[in-house]
């Protein structure tokens, strides 16, 4: 017998920003699986039950979801912002692809969220106005030299950039590197945001520009947006600045 199993993405923080369809299956749902702090972010019932798990065991936490799922269970595996950015359900695809052939029974839903850059973005203007892209400068999973190299050519193309997971204990040096890996590509004026806690309490947004841009403002639960040359910073008397990538290139015939 199968069960269900449904990936969330809880939003950034403000449960005013968790989707009413994410809510509804959170409230159906018989077991959670996650990350604590996301786990933590729920009201469940009695008779819900948890089952946390620390950050970097995605693969096991798959697993068991997966597991549970295909003994009848409605599973919910619980993700921050969106749960297919750098998150579970690619995970799940993963353990899916490789695992027994039960788990391709499963249903699987994902359900998505309030991603951390549309979040930012949406502080301060319309950065990501124009063509952009998402790069994790995690290199848990990936060779630094391949982020190296997506940085110069998302750079030299002109993309916006939001940079998520840009730095942690056991990665102190990365975003120092990604900065002046960008300063030899993009003029020293390009406005850079940091974007901390979007949407929860202890939020903190900060503009400056890549000259300036120290990557001790930066913590894991900050997400970077990087502008492309055409970005602007629009000032406004006692009001803060508006950032916004216009919707049109520069080469575009008007
Ligand atoms: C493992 S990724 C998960 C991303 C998540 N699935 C999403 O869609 O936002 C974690 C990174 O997301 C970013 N992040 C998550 N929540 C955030 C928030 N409320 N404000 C700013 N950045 C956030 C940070 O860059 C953090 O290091």
């Known amino acids: 017998m199968s069960g269900r199993l449904t990936?969330?993405?809880?939003?950034?923080?403000?449960?005013?920003?968790?989707?009413?369809?994410?809510?509804?299956a959170i409230a159906g749902a018989s077991d959670f699986y996650g990350y604590a702090p996301y786990l933590d972010r729920l009201s469940l019932r009695p008779g819900q039950i948890r089952h946390a798990s620390d950050n970097r065991e995605e693969?096991?936490?798959?697993?068991?979801?997966?597991?549970?799922?295909?003994?009848?269970?409605?599973?919910?595996?619980?993700?921050?912002?969106?749960?297919g950015v750098f998150a579970?359900?690619?995970?799940?695809?993963?353990?899916?692809?490789?695992?027994?052939?039960?788990w391709r029974q499963v249903e699987i839903t994902v359900l998505p969220g309030i991603?951390?850059?549309?979040?930012?973005?949406?502080?301060?203007?319309?950065?990501?106005?124009?063509?952009f892209c998402a790069i994790s400068l995690s290199d848990n999973l990936k060779p630094w030299e391949l982020i190296e190299k997506r940085l110069a050519a998302a750079a030299e193309?002109?993309?916006?950039?939001?940079?998520y997971n840009p730095i942690s204990r056991a990665r102190p040096w990365q975003?120092?590197?990604?900065?002046?890996?960008?300063?030899?590509?993009?003029p020293v004026d390009t406005v850079v945001v940091f974007g901390r806690a979007a949407g929860r309490p202890d939020e903190r947004i900060?503009?400056?520009?890549?000259a300036a841009a120290d990557p001790a403002k930066a913590d894991m639960a900050t997400c970077i947006i990087v502008g492309s040359p055409e970005t602007r910073s629009i000032s406004r008397p006692g009001l803060p600045p508006l950032v916004y990538t216009p919707r049109f290139a520069k080469e575009a015939s008007r």
């Open 175 to 186: 975003l120092g590197k990604a900065f002046d890996c960008l300063r030899t590509v993009l």
């Open 115 to 131: 991603t951390a850059m549309l979040a930012v973005a949406a502080r301060i203007g319309a950065p990501l106005g124009h063509d």
């Open 157 to 163: 193309a002109g993309f916006v950039m939001a940079f």
């Open 206 to 210: 900060e503009i400056t520009d890549l």
């Open 59 to 83: 693969l096991d936490r798959s697993a068991a979801a997966l597991n549970r799922a295909c003994e009848g269970g409605d599973v919910c595996v619980v993700s921050g912002g969106d749960p």
């Open 7 to 24: 990936i969330v993405g809880l939003g950034p923080g403000n449960p005013e920003q968790t989707t009413p369809e994410v809510t509804r």
């Open 88 to 102: 579970m359900a690619a995970a799940i695809c993963e353990a899916v692809e490789n695992g027994p052939d039960a």
